[in-house]
């Protein structure tokens, strides 16, 4: 027997002891104990949740502040909350079954890391991955075992207030970003995530959070589903449903989507939740007459746990004993909620009775703060400004976050800047105190005085994370008011201007663009942003980070990765790239997936193809570039590789990213980089909701970012 073999072997009779321990649990639990270990409440208190806790009628507690600016955080300290209601479940209950609790721990906890769209202009699957366990440790320090996150929607709209929470709006990036999230905060082998939100959330339009949606089976199979697939496949431990609709159904209703697709075509094992009172809500979206009506519809679509509405707790026994729900959902509802707990340690042989967290770890992991907001920042531009020379003289700093560490933090978070250093303290740390002027951006006719006695200006203009999260749509994708105004006077001036914007969405930059000398831009990177992006700016640290999803010319401009489909008339085929889009209006984006420059630079050449056929079962290509470090500094080059299927039995998109490498290179230097091309990559869902590869042209693109690349042609059949 193999050593794999063997691993197998044990595996699945862990596999089957479980399930026979959750067999006993099953047969001794009431239906009203069942119901619930189903009902998911909101911030648990041992004094006043005392008698719920020990009647066995909650089985999970979520704590959860700081979707918007609030600075809110859970009850202090949450690790003592969490122990007092431990020991109520445990020693009070007629059957001693541990609580689940979950947060919204989105981008770290106790070090509070870039935002996931920045995580994801990391192009860094093993940063990410390590962000995310670092930020599990912490929260199962504290008495957590699950997090409400990746936030895996496919989103083209850059005016949306969650854009920020996603990972960007192509889906090969969206998928192996959200499975390294999920890899991350599961490498514990205890801690859980919750992939969000199934399925189309992304859709909504920039003035509704939540809405309904059309999503025809092109879309849904090739775009919104595939980042959902990923990370059930990845081994995500939770699914949450989104609180829109689709074409007219609900999600919380969704039958065919959820327990047709997600758990029985693609066996899902683990718990789908809902979101926050979203059972509740089919009241009001008008298909449930009430809210015994809604938790029936939301049973029988397979939705697992209750989030707050208490539509579970108060009408499940009495659906059961009608016949309205059947048992064995009911049953299998309470498996995988109970899976989810002893997956989570709840139930292992010598637990602490009381439930005791783990000792705290570090209050925050600094180099790897650092090391994400680096490598999350991407330069949009440079006229050889940065990084800046000691020999430009003066520097002045200003603009609204120069003195406001915590408006860098972004939304979901668990501090309130307090104890980070602000960018003016970490610039001024590293330079003489003749060397800086400060404006902390209250008064912009001081800023443009003091512009004019330096010699070089560095603007921290921006988003304030009060205008991302949950409900924070804007009409427009421009900066805040008053800001370009400001930067058109500091560049009247005629002197260096460098201008870095921080935000949570991509953001509409061409007048910045076309003013300033160096644009550098951060999504709000977290407790590390002052020291980071002073060594970003002074070159002790290089911004490597490339653009998750385009960037817009106008706000009409979406802000998509590389999944517009091909048109009848193809806009390639002539100059007029306006036809059939607005009059009197820039169409294409300003810049595209995967841009990013760098303190160096790279050049490509000789690409070439192992063979000029690839056939269709089991075949293997080779495509390769040779890319050399053109510039004087050693770099990170991100080599990029697209494809593009030129006749199949759907219209497929222009352009598909299939596959990334990351490069170091020191000066002079080159190497030679390949990617395996096999006909999986060319897969999708037809007509007839069928998995297909078709036989024909297909051409291979490799180059820095989706407009800049060589191609070649190859056949697959």
Same mark, same amino acid.
């Given at each position: ?42 911030? &648990? ?82 940063? @990410? ?15 957590? %075992? ?22 960007? $709006? ?28 199934? @399925?189309?959330?992304? &859709? ?30 990845? $081994? ?6 989104? =609180? ?12 065919? =989507? ?11 094992? *683990? ?8 059972? *509740? ?38 659906? @059961? ?8 959902? !009911? ?47 991407? =330069? ?7 990084? =800046? ?6 520097? %002045? ?9 915590? *408006? !860098? ?15 003016? #303290? ?7 105190? #003749? ?71 991509? &953001? ?111 075949? @293997? ?27 199949? #039995? ?17 000066? *002079? ?46 056949? &697959?059949?």
């Amino acid at each position: 027997m193999t050593t794999s073999t063997r691993s197998q072997t044990r595996r699945g009779t862990a596999d089957i002891e479980l399930e026979t321990r959750i067999d006993a649990l099953l047969a001794a639990l009431t239906v009203e104990e069942k119901v619930g270990q189903l009902h998911l409440a909101f911030d &648990l208190d041992p004094e006043d949740h005392r008698e719920e806790i020990a009647a066995g009628l909650v089985g999970a507690g979520i704590y959860s502040h700081g979707a918007n600016d609030v600075r809110e955080t859970p009850p202090a300290p949450l690790a003592g909350t969490i122990a007092a209601c431990q020991r109520i479940a445990r020693e009070e209950s007629r059957l001693g079954i541990p609580l689940l609790f979950g947060s919204d721990v989105v981008h770290g906890m106790r070090t509070t890391l870039p935002i996931p769209l920045g995580l994801a202009a990391t192009w860094d699957t093993e940063l @990410v991955r390590e962000a995310a366990a670092r930020a599990a440790a912490e929260a199962s320090a504290e008495g957590l %075992h699950l997090t409400f996150a990746p936030m895996v929607d496919i989103s083209a709209e850059h005016r949306w207030g969650r854009i920020g929470e996603t990972l960007g $709006g192509e889906p090969q990036l969206t998928s192996r970003m959200g499975a390294a999230l999920v890899h991350g905060f599961q490498s514990d082998g205890r801690f859980g995530a919750t992939a969000k939100h199934f @399925v189309g959330y992304g &859709l909504v339009d920039a003035d509704r959070d939540q809405q309904t949606l059309s999503i025809g089976p092109n879309a849904l199979h090739n775009v919104h589903l595939r980042p959902f697939r990923a990370a059930v496949e990845a $081994g995500c431990r939770a699914i949450m449903v989104g =609180l829109h609709d689709v074409d007219a159904i609900p999600m919380h209703a969704h039958r065919r =989507l959820i327990r047709d697709l997600l758990k029985r075509e693609w066996g899902f094992t *683990g718990v789908v939740t809902s979101d926050w009172d979203g059972i *509740g809500q089919l009241v009001d979206q008008g298909i449930a007459e009430d809210l015994r009506d809604a938790a029936r519809q939301a049973m029988l679509a397979g939705v697992d746990l209750d989030m707050v509405s208490g539509a579970y707790r108060d009408h499940l026994p009495e659906l @059961v004993a009608a016949g309205d729900v059947e048992l064995w959902m !009911l049953d299998d509802a309470v498996r995988r909620v109970l899976r989810l707990k002893f997956r989570a340690g709840l139930f292992d042989a010598g637990a602490d009775p009381a439930g005791a967290p783990a000792p705290l770890p570090v209050r925050r992991d600094t180099m790897l703060a650092r090391r994400a907001a680096a490598a999350s920042m991407v =330069l949009l531009k440079n006229a050889d400004i940065l990084p =800046l020379h000691s020999n430009l003289g003066v520097i %002045h700093l200003c603009g609204p976050f120069v003195e406001d560490a915590g *408006g !860098l933090l972004g939304s979901w978070v668990y501090e309130h800047g307090e104890d980070t250093v602000t960018p003016a #303290d970490a610039l001024a740390a590293q330079l003489d105190p #003749d060397e800086l002027i400060i404006s902390d951006g209250r008064f912009a006719d001081l800023a443009v005085r003091h512009a004019d006695a330096a010699d070089v200006t560095v603007a921290l203009v921006g988003e304030h994370p009060s205008r991302s999260g949950e409900d924070r749509c804007l009409p427009t994708a421009e900066l805040p008011v008053g800001q370009l105004e400001l930067l058109r006077e500091l560049a009247s001036l005629g002197k260096p201007l460098v201008v870095v914007v921080a935000a949570a969405r991509p &953001l509409e930059l061409r007048p910045v663009l076309q003013l300033a000398d160096a644009v550098l831009l951060i999504w709000h990177p977290g407790a590390e942003a002052g020291p980071t992006l002073a060594d970003v700016l002074l070159g002790h640290a290089a911004p490597t980070g490339r653009l998750p999803m385009s960037l817009p010319q106008t706000n009409r401009t979406p802000a998509l990765g590389t999944i517009e489909r091909t048109i009848g008339r193809r806009l390639g085929r002539s100059r007029d790239t306006s036809f059939g889009r607005y009059l009197n209006s820039l169409v294409n984006p300003e810049l595209t997936l995967g841009f990013g420059l760098t303190y160096t630079s790279f050049a490509y050449s000789d690409l070439e193809l192992s063979r000029a056929h690839l056939p269709m079962r089991a075949g @293997v290509v080779r495509a390769s570039v040779e890319v050399v470090n053109t510039g004087f500094r050693p770099g990170r080059e991100v080599v990029q590789l697209y494809l593009r299927d030129l006749v199949a #039995d759907i219209v497929r998109p222009q352009l598909e990213l299939a596959d990334w490498r990351a490069i170091e290179l020191d000066p *002079g230097r080159s190497t030679r980089v390949t990617f395996k091309i096999t006909p999986d990559l060319f897969a999708y869902t037809d007509r007839e909701l069928r998995r297909r590869i078709d036989p024909g042209a297909v051409d291979v693109i490799i180059g820095p970012n989706a407009a800049l690349g060589s191609s070649a042609r190859l056949l &697959l059949g």
